[in-house]
């Protein structure tokens, strides 16, 4: 039925997943497997780049190595430089997941790994073309993350990151 329904109305099924991720965070595996039944996963990523509720699926997805994460990034980054607009929903994304506090109940619902994060600073800070406002933004909440999750920066620079602004030492 599923099935159907995504070869009759594929946007219908779209957003009644991002729904239930909404609604249901902890959906997000069931989600990703429903996306892999239906061999829509890189449709759905590719059609919804910028909303919390792709981030979140490509990071599980990544995950679950299903697509390369760094790749998606850079693609999605570079079709979006006249706007910004994913690189900007990257920095909600990551401001949001790394920095802001969880309530007790959604702590097992923060799909983002420190690895994947390493990885999304890194697509970010590599991105060509940016305003110089929103890399400096970039190297600011990177810095801030940092401090909260120190092994980021061990990761970053593992990854062949090259450091904006390295943390001062403690």
């Known amino acids: 039925l599923l099935t159907r329904l995504w070869e009759l109305q594929p946007a219908a099924v779209v957003r009644a997943m991002a729904l239930l991720h909404q609604s249901q965070p902890q959906s997000l595996l069931r989600i990703l ?13 590719a059609a919804h780049a910028a909303s919390r509720f792709a981030l979140d699926l490509a990071t599980v997805a990544q995950r679950k190595e299903l697509i390369n994460l760094e790749e998606w990034l850079k693609k999605c980054i570079k079709v979006s430089i006249p706007t910004n607009a994913f690189v900007k929903a990257c920095n909600d994304y990551l401001r949001e997941k790394i920095l802001k506090k969880q309530k007790a109940s959604d702590a097992s619902v923060n799909v983002l ?14 991105a060509d073309g940016l305003p110089a406002a929103l890399t400096e933004e970039i190297s600011q909440l990177y810095i ?15 990854l062949g990151g090259n450091d904006p602004s390295p943390p001062a030492a403690s």
Do not use: M, W
């Open 33 to 45: 497997d429903l996306c892999k039944e239906l061999g829509a996963l890189e449709t759905i990523l």
């Open 113 to 126: 790994s420190v690895e994947a994060s390493a990885i999304f600073f890194r697509c970010l800070h590599g």
């Open 144 to 158: 801030a993350c940092v401090q909260v999750k120190p092994k980021l920066h061990a990761l970053y620079n593992a």
